[in-house]
């Protein structure tokens, strides 16, 4: 195949999206059964059977869906799309499809995965590192107000090993890896301001330490300056401690965090991780990004032409996934990152 043919076909496929990718699976699927019936017919016709099974068998080979082996993250001499998961420069971007699968290693486990697999995208600056994570999911969920409320969410997971496959399941003592967890609901505060009992119960009549009485207007609620002077946040408890939880003036969905191993997760002191998710094809297509060098003490630093370990996982709040009840990637990839041109 040709540069051109190659740069060609790898144009088309980004404009694939969830959808395009699992129907093509499912058509790819359908016409391989479908050729080897007309293979038996033409053998048993005895009518060029050589050579028509060996061009049938040629174009379902080039049909065959086929799972990445790795992940490139792109230069591009530009701002990266940060906070826009529709915009052209993901384009540019060479689309993998990530096989996903169980998670039966920690409970509660999810033995059923919602996807067979989802497609990503990687682009970078020389400054900050972008992702794109494309999936098909069952409606929408954006809130954990209710105790029977699960959010939608997804997760990249970074690792300065990526030939050790065990890296995948939460990183080790030896080995630390950061985690990128774009949250529905925490965007959901973002763009429609702090959403707590009112939303999930609008009949029902609340009382408001005063700090939140603004949070009806569209977009982050904000603490009045006053009060935080008069040291009046103290009596909020969560958010005066900085607890992520509890925080009312949100600036990003994106959670960036650490793990030693299962249940290890903890939030990094330096919150400079970005994103944006969009429902879009009858599912979401989120982006998650950080800054290439690190903020925080063993956090993951990514170098540009270096190579590095990349694993995903994916929440369906409407199926009540939560914590270790997720879909996972199968495996840890490598994740190749362009250098900077000189």
Not at 57 to 78: E, F, K, M, Q
């Given at each position: 195949m040709s540069e051109g043919t190659e740069n060609s076909k790898a144009t088309e496929e980004t404009e694939k999206g969830p959808d395009t990718v699992l129907e093509d699976e499912k058509k790819a699927e359908d016409g391989a059964a479908a050729d080897a019936s007309r293979r038996k017919l033409l053998i048993g016709a005895g009518v060029g059977a050589a050579a028509a099974v060996g061009a049938t068998y040629a174009a379902v080979r080039l049909l065959a869906p086929g799972w990445a082996t790795s992940v490139r993250a792109v230069y591009i001499d530009g701002p990266l799309p940060v906070r826009d998961p529709s915009a052209r420069e993901w384009s540019r971007a060479i689309p993998a499809r990530i096989q996903m699968g169980p998670q039966t290693l920690a409970l509660p486990t999810k033995p059923q995965p919602e996807m067979r697999g989802i497609t990503v995208r990687?682009?970078?600056?020389?400054?900050?590192?972008?992702?794109?994570?494309?999936?098909?999911?069952?409606?929408?969920?954006?809130?954990?107000?209710?105790?029977?409320?699960?959010?939608?969410?997804?997760?990249?997971?970074?690792?300065?090993?990526?030939?050790?496959?065990n890296q995948r399941v939460m990183?080790?003592?030896?080995?630390?890896?950061?985690?990128?967890?774009?949250?529905a609901d925490w965007q959901a505060d973002i763009e429609k301001g702090f959403q707590d009992e009112e939303v999930a119960f609008p009949n029902a009549t609340f009382d408001f330490y005063p700090p939140l009485v603004r949070r009806n207007s569209n977009g982050p609620v904000k603490v009045p300056d006053?009060?935080?002077?008069?040291?009046?946040?103290?009596?909020?408890?969560?958010?005066?401690?900085?607890?992520?939880?509890?925080?009312?003036?949100?600036?990003?969905?994106?959670?960036?965090?650490?793990?030693?191993?299962?249940?290890?997760?903890?939030?990094?002191?330096?919150?400079?991780?970005?994103?944006?998710?969009?429902?879009?094809?009858?599912?979401?297509?989120v982006v998650l990004a950080k800054p290439l060098r690190a903020t925080d003490e063993e956090e993951i630093s990514i170098t540009p032409g270096g190579r590095f370990g990349v694993a995903f996982a994916v929440w369906v709040g409407s199926v009540n996934d939560v914590g270790p009840r997720k879909t996972v990637a199968q495996n840890l990839l490598p994740l190749e990152v362009d250098p900077v041109p000189q």
């Amino acid at each position: 195949m040709s540069e051109g043919t190659e740069n060609s076909k790898a144009t088309e496929e980004t404009e694939k999206g969830p959808d395009t990718v699992l129907e093509d699976e499912k058509k790819a699927e359908d016409g391989a059964a479908a050729d080897a019936s007309r293979r038996k017919l033409l053998i048993g016709a005895g009518v060029g059977a050589a050579a028509a099974v060996g061009a049938t068998y040629a174009a379902v080979r080039l049909l065959a869906p086929g799972w990445a082996t790795s992940v490139r993250a792109v230069y591009i001499d530009g701002p990266l799309p940060v906070r826009d998961p529709s915009a052209r420069e993901w384009s540019r971007a060479i689309p993998a499809r990530i096989q996903m699968g169980p998670q039966t290693l920690a409970l509660p486990t999810k033995p059923q995965p919602e996807m067979r697999g989802i497609t990503v995208r990687a682009l970078h600056d020389g400054t900050r590192i972008a992702f794109l994570m494309e999936w098909r999911s069952k409606g929408e969920s954006e809130s954990t107000i209710r105790t029977e409320d699960f959010r939608d969410a997804c997760a990249v997971l970074l690792s300065g090993k990526p030939d050790d496959p065990n890296q995948r399941v939460m990183g080790a003592p030896s080995g630390p890896v950061t985690v990128l967890h774009w949250k529905a609901d925490w965007q959901a505060d973002i763009e429609k301001g702090f959403q707590d009992e009112e939303v999930a119960f609008p009949n029902a009549t609340f009382d408001f330490y005063p700090p939140l009485v603004r949070r009806n207007s569209n977009g982050p609620v904000k603490v009045p300056d006053e009060y935080v002077k008069a040291g009046a946040t103290n009596r909020l408890a969560g958010y005066s401690v900085g607890n992520p939880l509890s925080l009312i003036d949100r600036v990003t969905p994106v959670e960036k965090l650490q793990a030693k191993g299962p249940g290890t997760l903890a939030t990094f002191d330096t919150q400079d991780a970005e994103g944006k998710g969009v429902r879009a094809n009858g599912g979401w297509k989120v982006v998650l990004a950080k800054p290439l060098r690190a903020t925080d003490e063993e956090e993951i630093s990514i170098t540009p032409g270096g190579r590095f370990g990349v694993a995903f996982a994916v929440w369906v709040g409407s199926v009540n996934d939560v914590g270790p009840r997720k879909t996972v990637a199968q495996n840890l990839l490598p994740l190749e990152v362009d250098p900077v041109p000189q």
